[in-house]
């Protein structure tokens, strides 16, 4: 949102101007100010964010409407076998965006007919670990806290990873450009965290703003971002809207968006969330 002068003749004339993003489009669309900037500008571009806001939010609880609707229409069979689909796809990329060369069809077979593809065996037991506590994390609503976390990431890494699985990390790391905080500020900067997973506001945007401020604790050695991946979801599921998945293919924008702050992280968050969900806000 910012304001635009344009000048007719002798004349200027001032708007402001708000980008929208719809249909895959940004549309650019202009409120008239007038000759001058308005003394209550400040007013006037929060009263236009508050309806930004409450448009958004529509939009969320349609989703999620629909998307319950659809769910509850189900038998329970169907559900397991679109919540296995959904492991699959899950697991397959997250496991991708961290370097694991096993591909989609070998996920597959791996969680459902056990079949172990020509691949190194740290590949193959990080995905059915991975594969078995995404199910486990959205068949159980538990309270997140510290134990909870620390159980995902030993049950993944466990055989992989022995040294740091389940173990916040007790020594520094830098992620590319970024130094994590202090491992001695971890513990702290975690329980922090986990205050903040009660707070009350939209579960989407709840959900990219825990994986944000998780990722940059960055916790453990490594893992962290398959970590702060089933937060999300565990965010998502268990306040009853659809998950998100981030893609192997998308990886970049999601990695550029991890860089900026954390409003801008959001609206990125929140903008995917619309675009893979957008089916279910056509009533």
């Given at each position: 949102?910012?304001?635009?002068?344009?000048?007719?003749?002798?004349?200027?004339?001032y708007y402001l101007q708000i980008s929208q993003r719809k249909k895959g489009k940004v549309i650019n669309k202009e409120v008239y100010l007038g000759k001058t900037i308005p003394k209550d500008i400040e007013k006037i571009k929060e009263s236009l964010e508050q309806e930004q806001i409450k448009e958004l939010s529509q939009k969320l609880e349609q989703i999620k409407e629909n998307f319950q609707s659809e769910w509850k229409k189900f038998p329970k069979l169907i559900q397991e076998k679109e919540?296995?689909?959904?492991?699959?796809?899950?697991?397959?990329?997250?496991?991708?965006?961290?370097?694991?060369?096993?591909?989609?069809e070998e996920t597959r077979e791996i969680i459902e007919e056990q079949i172990a593809p020509n691949k190194s065996l740290?590949?193959?037991?990080?995905?059915?670990?991975?594969?078995?506590?995404?199910?486990e994390m959205l068949q159980k609503k538990e309270t997140i806290t510290n134990t909870l976390i620390l159980y995902w990431h030993k049950e993944i890494f466990g055989q992989t990873k022995e040294d740091i699985a389940g173990k916040y990390r007790d020594y520094l790391v830098r992620v590319g450009n970024y130094r994590a905080p202090d491992w001695q500020e971890v513990q702290d900067l975690m329980n922090k965290l986990l205050g903040r997973i009660k707070?009350?506001?939209?579960?989407?945007?709840?959900a990219a703003r825990i994986h944000y401020q998780f990722e940059k604790i960055h916790p453990f050695g490594d893992g962290n971002g398959r970590i702060g991946r089933l937060l999300i979801n565990y965010i998502l599921w268990h306040n009853g809207y659809p998950m998100l998945i981030i893609e192997y293919k998308k990886r970049k924008s999601y990695y550029k968006a991890l860089t900026k702050d954390e409003e801008a992280f959001v609206k990125y968050f929140l903008r995917r969330y619309l675009a893979i969900h957008k089916k279910r806000t056509i009533s």
């Amino acid at each position: 949102m910012h304001i635009v002068k344009r000048k007719k003749g002798k004349q200027e004339y001032y708007y402001l101007q708000i980008s929208q993003r719809k249909k895959g489009k940004v549309i650019n669309k202009e409120v008239y100010l007038g000759k001058t900037i308005p003394k209550d500008i400040e007013k006037i571009k929060e009263s236009l964010e508050q309806e930004q806001i409450k448009e958004l939010s529509q939009k969320l609880e349609q989703i999620k409407e629909n998307f319950q609707s659809e769910w509850k229409k189900f038998p329970k069979l169907i559900q397991e076998k679109e919540l296995a689909q959904l492991a699959i796809t899950f697991t397959y990329n997250t496991n991708a965006i961290e370097g694991s060369t096993i591909t989609l069809e070998e996920t597959r077979e791996i969680i459902e007919e056990q079949i172990a593809p020509n691949k190194s065996l740290k590949e193959i037991k990080e995905t059915e670990a991975h594969a078995k506590i995404f199910l486990e994390m959205l068949q159980k609503k538990e309270t997140i806290t510290n134990t909870l976390i620390l159980y995902w990431h030993k049950e993944i890494f466990g055989q992989t990873k022995e040294d740091i699985a389940g173990k916040y990390r007790d020594y520094l790391v830098r992620v590319g450009n970024y130094r994590a905080p202090d491992w001695q500020e971890v513990q702290d900067l975690m329980n922090k965290l986990l205050g903040r997973i009660k707070e009350e506001q939209n579960p989407v945007e709840h959900a990219a703003r825990i994986h944000y401020q998780f990722e940059k604790i960055h916790p453990f050695g490594d893992g962290n971002g398959r970590i702060g991946r089933l937060l999300i979801n565990y965010i998502l599921w268990h306040n009853g809207y659809p998950m998100l998945i981030i893609e192997y293919k998308k990886r970049k924008s999601y990695y550029k968006a991890l860089t900026k702050d954390e409003e801008a992280f959001v609206k990125y968050f929140l903008r995917r969330y619309l675009a893979i969900h957008k089916k279910r806000t056509i009533s």
